[in-house]
């Protein structure tokens, strides 16, 4: 017999889910959305751009809470720009700031590209 999957508000994106297991209290979703990130983020430093590009794709198309979008948005930016793709990366600059229209960093990255 099946073990009953309990309710629980998610630490990250706050919505009522069912857990099977509450060991980091993230539902699966935002787990997974993390790990894609976070995968993407171990490829920049291994250098393996195009692989991370797909991660950061994987994990805005993962539907993520809104801080952590903005974060993937953001770091491919940086990594379309690296490769050369300057208008992906003006548009991935632009989604970033859709989310949060303060955001520093996207602003100067995205004056830059408009500069060159």
């Known amino acids: ?67 952590l979008l903005k974060n993937a948005y953001y770091n491919r930016a940086i990594v379309f720009s690296e490769i050369g793709k300057i208008e992906e990366a003006k548009k991935d600059y632009q989604a970033a700031l859709k989310i949060d229209p303060s955001y520093r960093p996207a602003i100067n990255n995205l004056r830059n590209l408009d500069d060159e």
């Open 1 to 67: 017999m099946k073990k009953c999957k309990k309710i629980h508000v998610c630490s990250t994106c706050k919505k009522t889910m069912y857990f099977i297991s509450l060991e980091n209290d993230m539902c699966v979703r935002c787990s997974d959305s993390v790990d894609f990130y976070n995968i993407g983020n171990d490829c920049v430093q291994h250098n393996d751009l195009k692989e991370a590009i797909d991660e950061y794709t994987k994990c805005i198309n993962s539907n993520p809470f809104e801080k």
